[in-house]
């Protein structure tokens, strides 16, 4: 009995001495977090924290990242790829361009959400009807973005005018809304020389696996390796190109117009800003790929359309 009392005691002491134990760890493990500032996860201050990470490199010019875009259900998804490395990218100013007759809450809370509120603006210029694509158009038939980047134009040069004009050097980038970004891209377009537009080769583009530029030994810009109507003046994509801002107010007749044969957008505005041979190869002398021409496939949504006629779709209440 009294042996048994004794193995009792024992254990009760045994169960105490694990129970501190455990107190004094947990307590210690909190004091961790408390010194690396992180009270709570879910508060501002982690929030700001992890902001904090994105900001190392602040330095270089402003560039103007300008996105077209329209309401389709993927859109949602692009902007947030799109968001996301733009907050890698800490002197990139996103300039947002929708294709509506007014600015949507979609991209609003999507630029709070981001926390990309500070450094970027949410502007509407709609597609005329003439110019738009209907129901079963091939995408290439009518030119798209053409309204939305000039809208977006008008708004650099009036920025850049209020601020500084000639003597700011900025970077102004036409950043589709379904292409796929590295962020070392926008460091590459940090070294763009004022007077100069910035070229670099773009995946997945123009029939082939890489469209670029083509170097002589001296690094000089002679001409691009593409197979698509390489008669063309400039024979690159949107995205391979980015102009230093000085351009872009001496010549403000430069834009987009819908006047212009197919695939002949870029040539339309480089050809009152440069030359081909004056152009600033990027990206380790144009052989590094940073930018893909990715296209999304339209998701088929065959089993939401009888639900949306019975008033009970899927995404009530939800923004997707
Ligand atoms: N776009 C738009 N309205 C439209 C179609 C396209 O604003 O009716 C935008 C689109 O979001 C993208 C850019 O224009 O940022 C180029 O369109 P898309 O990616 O379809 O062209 P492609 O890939 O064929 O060059
Ligand atoms: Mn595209």
Redesign the pocket.
């Known amino acids: 009995m009294n042996q048994e009392i004794r193995i009792k005691t024992k254990h009760f002491y045994a169960v105490l001495v694990i129970l501190g134990f455990l107190l004094i760890y947990s307590l210690s493990s909190n004091n961790g977090c408390d010194s690396d500032g992180q009270s709570s996860p879910n508060s501002e201050f982690a929030a700001a924290g992890g902001r904090e990470a994105f900001l190392l490199n602040q330095k270089g010019p402003t560039i103007y990242a300008i ?4 309401a ?1 259900p993927v ?1 949602k998804a ?1 902007l947030t790829r799109l968001s996301q490395v733009i907050r890698l990218s800490p002197n990139v100013f996103w300039v947002l ?3 509506a007759d007014h600015g949507s809450e979609l991209v609003a809370n999507l630029l709070r959400r981001s926390g990309l509120e500070e450094r970027s603006v949410q502007l509407f210029a709609k ?1 005329p009807t003439n110019f ?2 209907q129901g079963k158009d091939p ?2 038939l ?1 030119p ?2 053409v ?3 000039n809208k977006a134009l008008d708004w650099v040069r009036r920025e850049l005018a209020a601020n500084g004009g000639r003597e700011r050097h900025s970077v102004v980038y036409f ?5 796929t970004y590295s962020s070392e891209l926008f460091g590459e377009m940090s070294k763009i020389e004022r007077n100069k537009v910035g070229v670099w080769p773009v995946g997945l583009v123009g029939g082939l696996m890489v469209e670029k530029p083509v170097l002589n030994r001296d690094g000089i810009v002679l001409g691009f390796n593409s197979a698509w109507r390489p008669e063309r003046p400039f024979p690159l ?2 995205a391979g190109f980015a102009i230093s801002s000085d351009l872009l107010l001496d010549n403000p007749q430069a834009q987009f117009s819908y006047e212009v044969e197919r695939g002949y957008q870029e040539s339309e505005i480089l050809r009152h800003l440069t030359i081909v041979h004056e152009m600033q190869p990027l990206a380790n002398k144009c052989t590094d790929v940073l930018v893909w ?1 990715t ?1 999304t496939e339209n998701p088929k949504l065959d089993a939401e359309k009888p639900l949306v006629k019975a008033g009970k779709r899927s995404d009530a209440g939800l923004e997707v």
């Open positions: 996105t077209p875009t329209y389709r859109q692009e361009v929708e294709d597609t738009k694509l995408n290439w009518k798209r973005g309204e939305q980047r950043m589709d809304d379904d292409n994509d949107m021409h296209r």
